[in-house]
């Protein structure tokens, strides 16, 4: 293994870190953006939907701050994994 090699998932992490973490932080810097994520959430009759909203919104956050800095990137990605398959589940 060459020297850079230990360096190459920074290129899938940190796009994907960004995105998880640029697609959330209006929810998390905006109680009236985490409110209409509430609604649509309602909308779809998902139980306990503003504590449901926090919950994915503050997973998918963290997780992309983990993926950025290489921390625990194997339970951030189980933890992503669960929370797009019951998004896909809910929305099709």
Known sequence: MSGLQKYADIFIRFPVGFHLIYGTQDNIFSWTRMLEFRDFLKDL??????????LSVYAQFLAGIAFILGYKTKWAAVLM?????????LVH
């Open 81 to 89: 994994i669960i929370n797009f398959v019951i998004a896909i589940y």
């Open 45 to 54: 009759d998902v139980p306990f939907a503003l504590w449901a909203a926090h």
